[in-house]
């Protein structure tokens, strides 16, 4: 099957996520952690193939580079139309990193205009006159205010992506969403003779999603959330330019301890660890006494426990808690200490016979998918939307492993994640 699109992730949660929508389809979804170092045969690429890269938080031009890695190695790969995931949280800072990778893809694709579409209705995620509610409250009132590394202060995406971009910035409302698929076109054809390329466009369910896909479906280039992308597969089987297999993948069946380890310090993942931690033996981890005194003990204690029992190891703290620590180490260092210390542990988690890993947080994904050498990923049942349960080979011996954004899944998120794998 030829490759129909070539998906660039700018972390390995949001990568994980958009895989899960896009498997929803019945296509073929391949996931590579990091940009793969090598060339693969025409035959062994997948209908939508996706690259989680770590650059969110990067410097500007680190994560532009690495995205400009990412995108060689799609066209190399038979790409010719792409997508750029970002959280439906529209995580960055005023200098990016959402803007300036994609301008860079614009240029290097020859994109005209593009699209930015965050919103996820099924998640809460929805857009409207340009401004971003997470649930019913703005971004700028929700507790997305406080995120530790990309603190959201302002709901209006129009004046969060400006400063990002060289070229004007434009709106595609609700009222002009609601008229379909042509008006939609037919707006985006008329910003653009004003010289407007970077469009937001607002959604705030699923309807409006396959309005916006329709009307952009032909695009070179397309940015946002999961969800918009979900709505793409559809399109390429009306199309004719796939069609469904009738050989689903065969995932493994995984045996083995399992474990939770969280870095999020979101306001969910604090509900759902304040949850599991009734419930299994856990351990809560300092950032300021692992910068004194590294991993050890948490080691130690992970050793003394039984390698068939559940459990849990965590980083996740209230806001202040987090203020404190970052103004005691740096807010690099104080987040660097704990993303080494929980790589550390999955490592001998990993050693001590776990098998089946439950990873809170897309910086610390990110760290333990990469200090595990995994590379690849197969995409299986999704525990909630958005964040499905993944298959990985790990010094030849199979894992499960799901990587969960902070904000994602419901208050038992964690029992409910090993109870779907069994049932898988």
Not at 101 to 119: D, H, N, R, S, V
Not at 121 to 128: D, H, Y
Not at 184 to 196: N, P, R
Not at 373 to 402: C, K, M, N, S, Y
């Amino acid at each position: 099957m030829a490759l129909l699109l070539g998906c660039i992730a700018d972390d390995f949660t949001g990568a994980t996520d958009l895989a899960a929508l896009l498997a929803r389809s019945g296509l073929p979804v391949s996931l590579r952690i990091g940009i793969p170092q090598e060339k693969r045969d025409r035959s062994e690429i997948a209908a939508f193939e996706v690259i989680a890269l770590k650059c969110r938080t990067s410097p500007v031009d680190v994560a532009v580079k690495q995205a400009h890695r990412a995108l060689a190695w799609l066209r190399e790969a038979g790409a010719s139309r792409f997508f750029w995931k970002y959280c439906s949280t529209f995580d960055s800072t005023a200098e990016g990193n959402i803007g300036p990778i994609a301008e860079m893809l614009m240029a290097e694709t020859g994109a005209a205009q593009t699209i930015y579409c965050p919103a996820f209705p099924e998640n809460g995620r929805s857009v409207f006159m340009g401004h971003l509610f997470v649930g019913e409250q703005l971004l700028s009132e929700s507790p997305m205010k406080d995120h530790p590394l990309t603190p959201m202060r302002d709901s209006s995406l129009v004046r969060l992506l400006t400063p990002q971009v060289a070229s004007a910035v434009g709106l595609a409302n609700r009222n002009v969403v609601s008229k379909g698929a042509a008006a939609l076109k037919t707006h985006l054809e008329q910003l653009h003779g004003d010289d407007i390329r970077h469009v937001i466009v607002d959604a705030v369910c699923d309807d409006d999603l396959r309005t916006i896909a329709a009307a952009s479906f032909n695009m070179m280039l397309l940015t946002g959330g999961s969800a918009i992308a979900g709505q793409l597969p559809q399109f390429y089987i009306e199309q004719g330019l796939a069609s469904l297999s009738e050989h689903r993948q065969a995932l493994p069946k995984v045996a083995g301890g399992s474990i939770v380890l969280s870095g999020s310090c979101s306001a969910m993942t604090r509900r759902q660890v304040a949850r599991y931690t009734g419930k299994v033996a856990s351990l809560r981890l300092d950032p300021i006494v692992l910068a004194q005194e590294g991993a050890g003990a948490a080691l130690e204690w992970l050793r003394q426990q039984s390698p068939d029992a559940p459990k849990l190891i965590y980083a996740t703290a209230e806001p202040d808690e987090v203020r404190r620590a970052q103004e005691r180490l740096g807010r690099d260092k104080a987040g660097h200490v704990v993303e080494d210390a929980l790589s550390e542990i999955a490592h001998e988690a990993f050693d001590c016979g776990t098998r089946r890993f439950v990873v809170a947080g897309g910086e610390t994904s990110g760290a333990i998918t990469q200090a595990l050498g995994i590379t690849h990923l197969a995409i299986g049942p999704e525990i909630a939307p958005g964040v499905p349960w993944t298959f990985a080979a790990v010094d030849r011996r199979q894992i499960a492993l799901a990587l969960k954004s902070g904000n994602f899944g419901g208050e038992d998120f964690f029992t409910d994640a090993f109870d779907r794998l069994e049932t898988a």
